[in-house]
């Protein structure tokens, strides 16, 4: 199982929105809603911010948001703040009834 | 609260082993299906293994299968993971996760276990 695309890199200056993708194949992002964002500081572990592609869990802001299209899913963060500065990693459920991450996006924050 | 607390890292040469322990408090452990998921240093998150509440469903991913077995004690409230036949590059931090009761998502993780695999 391959892992999902995710960008390298992604930068924005506080107060705007930016969007993180992540590309699968029908087989993953594509074929289920059981697309999950995750946010991870360094030196910590990841913290789950959306579930089932576009639900938020409780606790986590509202600037957060997750859509999908066809085989590609979308975090976007509003409101860019300091704290947002982490590394991002989306998550798929597959055919193969096994789970599959991306390559992680580092948001940096100007 | 929820707290997943991993243990039994350490620095292991090649071909050697391993048993990652999760010891799991504040839910009903029983009730919800476990993976283990890894991240190299200065690399990605990449997803392991996961277990089912009765330990009758059991997924590997292609690059531990075979080396590695997920197993869980319900009565203990702990989750392990044996690793066997280890490489260099099964050098990382091992979290353990809880999956969702009502969907496939990993919603809580402990702080992970450090294992380094070196000769």
């Known amino acids: 199982q391959s892992a999902l695309t995710q960008p390298a890199s992604v930068s924005g200056s506080p107060g705007q929105s930016i969007t993180l993708s992540c590309s699968g194949t029908s087989s993953d992002v594509g074929g289920y809603n059981y697309v999950s964002w995750y946010q991870q500081h360094p030196g910590k572990a990841p913290k789950l911010v959306i579930y089932?592609?576009?639900n938020r869990p409780s606790g986590v802001s509202n600037r957060f948001s997750g859509s999908k299209s066809d085989k590609t899913a979308s975090l976007t963060i509003s409101g860019l703040q300091a704290e947002d500065e982490a590394d991002y990693y989306c998550?798929?459920?597959?055919?193969?009834?096994?789970?599959?991450f991306g390559g992680g996006t580092k948001l940096t924050v100007l | 609260q929820v707290q997943l607390v991993e243990s039994g890292g350490g620095l292991v040469k090649p071909g050697g082993s391993l048993r990652l322990s999760c010891a799991a408090s504040g839910f009903t452990f029983s009730d919800f299906y476990m993976s283990w998921i890894r991240q190299a240093p200065g690399r990605g998150l990449e997803w392991i293994s996961y277990?089912?509440?009765?330990?009758?469903?059991?997924y590997y991913a292609d690059s531990v299968k075979g080396r590695f077995t997920i197993s869980r004690d319900n009565a203990k409230n702990s989750l392990y993971l044996q690793m066997n036949s280890l490489r260099a590059e099964d050098t990382a931090v091992y979290y353990c996760?809880?999956?969702?009761?009502?969907?496939?998502?990993?919603?809580?993780w402990g702080q992970g276990t450090l294992v380094t695999v070196y000769s």
């Open positions: 089932d592609v576009s």
């Open positions: 998550s798929s459920f597959t055919s193969n009834n096994t789970l599959v």
């Open positions: 277990i089912s509440t009765s330990a009758d469903t059991i």
């Open positions: 996760a809880r999956i969702s009761v009502s969907s496939i998502n990993f919603d809580y």
